[in-house]
């Protein structure tokens, strides 16, 4: 069955960097991207970008462009997503799905949280 | 602000129909057919339930339907059940710079 598991909470001070992990499973990892989004407490979805596991290539949300950094390793399935200059806004719960025309498979979620 | 327009909350009584509106532009929503709808519970992941506007993927009930005309798309859930309660959310593929775009969220109230 395909299963998507994200690495676990993290704590952060405002301007760090963080990097949460998104290890596939029961499925071609190179036939489907892989989505990430997020969800700030109480809020709803936000989009964050999407990269070709097949190819490494990339799409950012404008508001993260410069600040994102979304990778794959094929040789073991695994999904990268890499946030730096944290502020105190990008608290939130990060989710990674695979994706073709649609998230149809997600993790669990990771919460990051950035506090001084 | 969302790119996409959701109401805020819809509410309807078990066994009931309701119909949940994502309204955008001809840059997404009107523009492809491209529309999905994501369940999620408190605290959990969401749930894909409608794709490429009118698919359910496979385990999602038959209750559950999409459509749309011109800029809007719709979900509509008939056979409320209280399992049903939950926040629904649309997203759209945009020609915009960002690949996709969600509403706003939409919280269903099974009274």
């Known amino acids: 069955q395909v299963q998507l598991v994200q690495s676990g909470a993290e704590v952060k001070k405002p301007g760090a960097s963080v990097k949460v992990s998104c290890k596939a499973s029961?499925?071609?990892?190179?036939?489907?991207?892989i989505s990430w989004v997020r969800q700030a407490p109480g809020q709803g979805l936000e989009w964050m970008g999407w990269?070709?596991?097949?190819?490494?290539?990339?799409n950012y949300a404008q508001k993260l462009q410069g600040r994102v950094t979304m990778t794959t390793d094929t040789s073991t399935s695994t999904a990268y997503m890499e946030l730096r200059s944290l502020r105190s806004d990008d608290t939130a719960v990060y989710y990674c799905?695979?994706?073709?025309?649609?998230?149809?498979?997600w993790g669990q979620g990771t919460l990051v949280t950035v506090s001084s | 602000q969302s790119a996409l327009t959701q109401p805020a909350s819809v509410s309807g009584s078990p066994g009931q129909s309701i119909t949940i509106s994502c309204t955008g532009t001809?840059?997404?929503?009107?523009?492809?057919?491209?529309v999905s709808w994501y369940q999620q519970h408190p605290g959990k992941a969401p749930k894909l339930m409608i794709y490429?506007?009118?698919n359910r993927p496979s385990g999602v009930p038959d209750r559950f339907s999409g459509s749309k005309s011109g800029n809007t798309a719709s979900l509509t859930i008939s056979g409320l059940q209280a399992e049903d309660e939950a926040d629904y959310y649309c997203?759209?593929?945009?020609?915009?710079?960002?690949?996709?775009?969600f509403g706003g969220g939409t919280k269903l109230t099974v009274l």
């Open positions: 799905a695979r994706y073709s025309s649609s998230s149809d498979y």
């Open positions: 029961g499925y071609t990892f190179t036939s489907y991207g």
């Open positions: 990269i070709s596991a097949y190819n490494g290539n990339t």
């Open positions: 997203s759209s593929y945009t020609s915009s710079s960002t690949l996709e775009v």
């Open positions: 001809s840059s997404d929503v009107g523009g492809y057919n491209y």
């Open positions: 490429e506007v009118s």
